[in-house]
């Protein structure tokens, strides 16, 4: 394997299409990160003449802000810890520190948002070039001869498609650092230090890192058993299709929407939340996600309040619900969006993300099985 992995880099280094890979990456992860980037309003004012307004979180106060003060109002400015960052509006806090970012204008929960929706996304650009990379560099080994030469040098078929899952591992690291350190370099062009939670973000690197790796798997396994460039292209284009759309939150639309339809909040537990938040205010609420409705609960000193439990939600539902923590998707391009948002803190904590990376090194392995077995009974004529 080892004489199998090192002729596979020289051959790497000495083609083209890593080159074209590494430039195109480093290129159009400026480009993606500098649009995202300079969408949001804490980040392009800074190199902007406008000025614009923020408001604390309830609206009771609003500042004029512009590139002279913008900073100000930022997370490393504002004088609280990542983690109470994370945490605010998620579970009890320290309450000074609620207070001053609940009640004084600033950017912080914005700020977490946008870290973690970046996150969710960070590997497709990686995801897309990689599987047009794979059935040139990969291809070109069954065009060349190079697969029935190895097999005919004594190299087992298995040997060889792990060699290759090693070698496009190695790549999908790469892009993937690539990807992090243009995001860094315009974080110096915006003056910007990011509030980054390291528990939240080595698991969604993690994440995400598996869900590039998972595409290429596939790819591979894919080239291996058909031996077409073409069959790979396009299983390759509809991944990297599934790993952008949110297909999850269309079933947990579907599950909440159809199954809670007939289950009400109760006026005595709405009373009851309202004077709660009168009299101690939100940061004595905390959130638990709960995997049986695919959402989040309400709690207050270890009570459940503005709960509801729908014992008797049809089977057909509960199925549904379930099949969501299936998807090597969920986090990434459900949760980690506009479209269901979930504060990162909640899901890291309650093991969502973990969830969904046991659930991608399923699939991860299910590919790399699949195409290991039938590689072996493919018959390569040397």
């Excluded at 609620?98 to 977490?112: C, H, I, S």
Aim: aromatic letters at 16%; proline letters at 3%; charged letters at 15%.
């Amino acid at each position: 394997m080892k004489k199998i992995l090192a002729g596979m880099f020289f051959r790497l280094f000495k083609g083209f299409e890593v080159w074209v890979l590494l430039a195109l990456m480093i290129i159009c992860s400026l480009y993606f990160n500098y649009i995202s980037m300079n969408s949001e309003q804490f980040l392009y004012i800074y190199h902007s003449e406008y000025t614009e307004e923020v408001s604390s979180h309830h609206g009771e106060v609003t500042v004029n802000v512009n590139k002279d003060n913008v900073e100000q109002f930022r997370f490393e400015n504002f004088n609280v810890t990542t983690e109470e960052a994370y945490k605010y509006l998620v579970e009890p806090i320290d309450q000074a520190d609620f207070d001053r970012l609940d009640k004084t204008p600033n950017y912080v929960y914005d700020e977490v948002r946008f870290i973690f929706t970046s996150l969710g996304s960070i590997h497709l650009l990686s995801t897309v070039l990689m599987v047009l990379f794979i059935p040139l560099f990969f291809g070109r080994m069954f065009s060349d001869g190079t697969v029935k030469n190895l097999i005919s040098s004594g190299h087992t078929k298995a040997q060889i498609i792990l060699s290759s899952l090693v070698l496009t591992f190695v790549l999908d690291v790469l892009t993937l650092l690539i990807n992090i350190a243009s995001y860094a370099v315009l974080c110096v062009y915006f003056s910007w230090q990011p509030p980054l939670y390291m528990p939240v973000i080595v698991q969604m690197l993690i994440l995400a890192l598996l869900m590039s790796f998972t595409a290429t798997s596939l790819c591979i396994s894919a080239l291996y058993i058909s031996g077409k460039r073409t069959a790979t292209f396009i299983l390759g284009f509809l991944i990297a299709i599934y790993f952008a759309t949110p297909s999850s939150s269309i079933v947990v639309s579907l599950v909440l929407n159809s199954a809670y339809s007939d289950y009400h909040i109760s006026q005595e537990q709405i009373d009851e939340a309202k004077a709660i938040i009168e009299n101690d205010g939100w940061n004595y609420i905390e959130k638990r996600y709960d995997y049986l409705i695919v959402s989040y609960r309400y709690f207050y000193k270890g009570k459940e309040v503005l709960g509801f439990y729908p014992e008797g939600m049809p089977t057909v539902y509960k199925v549904l619900a379930f099949s969501v923590y299936l998807d090597p998707s969920l986090v990434s391009h459900t949760v980690a969006t506009d479209l269901w948002y979930a504060d990162p803190y909640m899901v890291a904590r309650d093991g969502l993300i973990a969830v969904n990376i046991g659930c991608t090194c399923l699939w991860l392995a299910a590919s790399t099985a699949l195409g290991i077995i039938v590689f072996k009974k493919k018959e390569i004529h040397c």
